[in-house]
């Protein structure tokens, strides 16, 4: 069984930082796509970042020079350094994990994490 654990949401004013991480446990090897993806009140979820295996980053164009992610493959975590935020950014932040568990490609969802980010 697989468990991916998310932590560092919150309540934060506009213009502050939060740092999202998420940690993928139990029978799951050779992961090769983490990602955070968001949804906000009334939207569908949207992708934010992604970080390949070999750390190539993607970001939304809208967390473009304000939003980090990075990952620690050696502990199958991914973070999510958010600076800059806007009431925008107010939304549920899920992890999102593709790897192997145990022999074929998977792919699992955090249960999410609240940010909200007041004007």
């Known amino acids: 069984q697989v468990q991916l654990v998310e932590s560092g949401g919150g309540l934060v004013q506009a213009g502050g930082s939060l740092r999202l991480s998420c940690a993928a446990s139990?029978?799951?090897?050779?992961?090769?796509?983490m990602a955070w993806h968001r949804r906000s009140p009334g939207a569908q979820r949207e992708l934010v970042a992604a970080?390949?295996?070999?750390?190539?980053?993607y970001y939304a164009d809208f967390v473009k020079g304000r939003f980090t992610i990075s990952r620690d493959s050696a502990q199958n975590t991914v973070y999510l350094q958010m600076t800059s935020l806007k009431p925008e950014d107010t939304a549920v932040y899920y992890c999102?994990?593709?790897?192997?568990?145990?022999?074929?490609?998977?792919?699992?969802w955090g249960q999410g994490t609240q940010v909200t980010v007041s004007s």
């Open positions: 139990g029978s799951i090897n050779s992961i090769n796509h």
């Open positions: 970080v390949s295996g070999s750390h190539t980053a």
């Open positions: 999102y994990v593709v790897g192997r568990a145990p022999a074929e490609y998977r792919d699992f």
